[in-house]
């Protein structure tokens, strides 16, 4: 019987993959047989992701990189291309800030640019040719429910978020007739270590209280786990999605649709 959601002879290329959700969706693809190459800044994070994949049996390269450096980008994926395709690429590596525009300096708004929208666009500039020259490529980018509604003290992610889910429509246009499909996943709130140290930092001493009161601002009333979205990223860079492109995906356990009622 064919194994649905395979991977099996696939590179897939991972920004951010040593923690939260990109770490969930390195170690889901490289069980469906991917071979994943993951793309951090922090190297250290990276490596014990791949101890992980690697401890099951399955096959994985950590590189520590810089989304936000196309020189970096350009030449890391430029040695994966040397030894492998390019099949896949999830632009997961992303920075958040808090605060509205009154409280948002100007060098944390480079800062998320130059992360969340500069590093999709570096890592999908360095896949694209690649993707070309091989008629065929699935590329995944990480958006966010803010890219689609409103979300108090969130100006700066917003945006970047916004961007995201704009490149995805247009990258999906201009490639289609090259086999390229690009979607995106737009996730609510899902409980990563970002979560708990947001929370451990603003909300000593009232950590529990705070994840509750967090979690259910979701009407599902809990937040989202990352195997959720690593399973939901498997499907879109699987064949069984072949007939889908330039599509968001909200996974938020109903907050846009119920939240507008």
Do not use: W
Not at 121 to 141: E, P, R
Not at 189 to 210: A, C, L, Q
Not at 237 to 258: A, K, R, V
């Amino acid at each position: 019987m064919k194994t649905k959601f395979s991977l099996k002879n696939k590179a897939a290329i991972i920004t951010g993959g040593g923690s939260g959700i990109g770490k969930a969706i390195a170690e889901t693809f490289s069980q469906q047989g991917a071979l994943v190459h993951i793309l951090d800044y922090d190297l250290q994070s990276a490596l014990q992701t791949v101890e992980a994949i690697k401890a099951k049996g399955f096959l994985a390269t950590a590189h520590h990189c810089d989304v936000a450096n196309f020189e970096q980008v350009s030449d890391i994926i430029s040695n994966i291309s040397s030894h492998t395709s390019v099949d896949i690429l999830v632009n997961n590596a992303g920075v958040a800030h808090v605060g509205n525009i009154e409280s948002c300096e100007e060098e944390d708004l480079d800062r998320l640019y130059n992360i969340n929208i500069k590093g999709v666009f570096n890592c999908t500039k360095a896949c694209i040719s690649l993707m070309k020259t091989q008629n065929s490529g699935v590329i995944l980018n990480l958006a966010s429910i803010a890219s689609s509604v409103g979300i108090s003290d969130r100006f700066a992610y917003s945006m970047t978020k916004g961007a995201v889910l704009t490149m995805t429509y247009s990258i999906a246009k201009d490639y289609i007739n090259h086999n390229i499909r690009c979607n995106c996943i737009s996730p609510a709130r899902v409980h990563t270590p970002f979560v708990d140290g947001f929370i451990k930092k603003n909300y000593p001493g009232k950590e529990s209280e705070m994840f509750e009161n967090l979690s259910k601002t979701q009407p599902i009333g809990r937040m989202g786990m990352p195997q959720e979205i690593a399973d939901l990223a498997l499907f879109l860079c699987s064949n069984e999605s072949s007939f889908i492109t330039g599509s968001n995906y909200g996974i938020d356990g109903g907050y846009i649709t119920l939240n507008s009622r």
